[in-house]
């Protein structure tokens, strides 16, 4: 058996240990993972915290790991890879130089310039009068967003004078943000494209859409991710190209050309404007919840295609062609602000034509597996229609999910059915 680690605890890396698995040569350890995930066959959860490195690194070296996925941001911004490969340990993923694409906004937006990339104008402010002043001066709406690491919520689109403000002070005082960027409103449908990368080499995957507002019709606070669906009819594969053209391989070049050469997932949050794709954001890891319905697409085995980047071999790498994957997210009632822990699982009765991923949950007393945290699981279809996608999830959903204890969007891949419909 080739034993692989996986860090992380969420729905991506459920998937991703699920994908891992797929080969039965391949044991499967995830750290710290979540309960559910001992359910996988040759998947087994370690309880090592995915940013103590020394204990991580010293289980990769006991246990004879061939290779390690990172999955969450916190542990790439911290250098994982750095401390891996001091170790002459095998790790895809960027090291803490190249996850500022990520970790800090402004970094990000230099780097844009200096390869040319379309992207929003903004400023960066540290003090919050000046702030203030200058979102005054500025026509509605206007984007507030946390230069620093915020686990997908620190973003608001502020649509009146006083949202803004408050904004602007409210991520200003949060004890891990130190900056602020004020950022022109940019109009237009996003989508989520992630490359697979080895310095300029990379592996496009297929295009997706992701949820990010609470509730139906896009509408209540920003959270982590409501639901994804893929491919995304409305990007075109001209669109698709013009993307990759004109943002996935200038920031690559740029990156190699700083002495920042970028290894891992590269996530682009790009936008479909009037004037062209332009980026509203990376990212430096696969996106939660789009990695639950793009990896299942992935035909070739995952482990030898991240080897084989790794080693610079750019082998055919093929996905399906023919079926939508669309994945809803449920939460726990309270989410983002408040979750509330400690519920039942919804009992899930497994069909084959449904994924399940498990994310915030955890063992209680009596070793019965209970609610922790705010996104539970996510529930994927997959379909030759997007609509047919869109309605075996919601049917499913509405047989086994009590809404006294939890909540899950209607209307996910619901832009890309009316684009289809006319």
Not at 26 to 38: E, L
Not at 209 to 236: C, F, I, W
Not at 291 to 309: A, C, E, H, R, Y
Not at 339 to 354: E, Y
Request: glycine share 8%.
């Amino acid at each position: 058996m080739n034993n692989w680690l996986v860090v992380g605890s969420g729905g991506r890396e459920y998937v991703m240990a699920e994908t891992l698995a797929k080969n039965s040569q391949r044991h499967i350890f995830v750290a710290p993972g979540n309960p559910m995930m001992d359910e996988i066959k040759n998947v087994e959860t370690i309880n090592i915290d995915e940013t103590d490195f020394p204990t991580l690194a010293a289980f990769v070296q006991k246990n004879d790991v061939e290779c390690t996925i990172v999955g969450p941001e916190k542990p790439l911004s911290l250098g994982i890879v750095d401390y891996f490969k001091a170790k002459d340990l095998k790790i895809f993923g960027p090291s803490k130089a190249a996850a500022k694409l990520e970790s800090s906004k402004s970094f990000a937006k230099n780097v844009m310039k200096k390869a040319g990339v379309p992207t929003a104008g903004y400023q960066e402010f540290t003090d919050t009068r000046k702030a203030i002043h200058y979102i005054n001066s500025k026509s509605l709406p206007i984007v507030i967003k946390a230069n620093g690491l915020a686990s997908g919520k620190g973003v608001v689109v502020a649509k009146t004078q006083i949202q803004a403000d408050e904004a602007a002070k409210s991520l200003l005082k949060s004890k891990n943000q130190s900056a602020i960027l004020v950022e022109d409103y940019l109009d237009g449908e996003e989508f989520s494209l992630f490359v697979m990368a080895n310095g300029t080499n990379f592996i496009t995957m297929p295009v997706s859409q992701d949820h990010k507002r609470l509730l139906n019709n896009d509408e209540g606070p920003n959270t982590g991710g409501m639901g994804a669906y893929s491919p995304v009819p409305q990007v075109s594969e001209s669109l698709k190209k013009q993307a990759i053209d004109n943002v996935v391989k200038p920031v690559l070049n740029q990156m190699s050309k700083d002495n920042k050469k970028f290894v891992g997932f590269l996530y682009a949050g790009l936008i479909m404007t009037k004037s062209g794709v332009k980026v509203i954001e990376f990212n430096v890891r696969m996106g939660d919840p789009e990695t639950q319905v793009v990896l299942p697409q992935l035909v070739s085995d995952f482990g030898t295609t991240i080897l084989n980047l790794l080693d610079n071999k750019l082998t055919d790498v093929k996905w399906q062609h023919g079926n939508y994957y669309l994945g809803s997210v449920v939460v726990s009632k309270g989410y983002p602000s408040n979750p509330i822990d400690g519920k039942q699982l919804p009992k899930i009765n497994l069909n084959s034509d449904l994924l399940i991923s498990y994310a915030g949950t955890a063992l209680s007393k009596q070793n019965s597996v209970l609610s922790s945290g705010g996104r539970i699981m996510m529930v994927t279809s997959k379909d030759a229609s997007l609509s047919g996608a869109q309605n075996k999830v919601n049917n499913y959903l509405q047989s086994c999910i009590n809404l006294d204890d939890y909540y899950y969007r209607h209307d996910i891949g619901q832009k890309g059915i009316d684009y289809i419909n006319n």
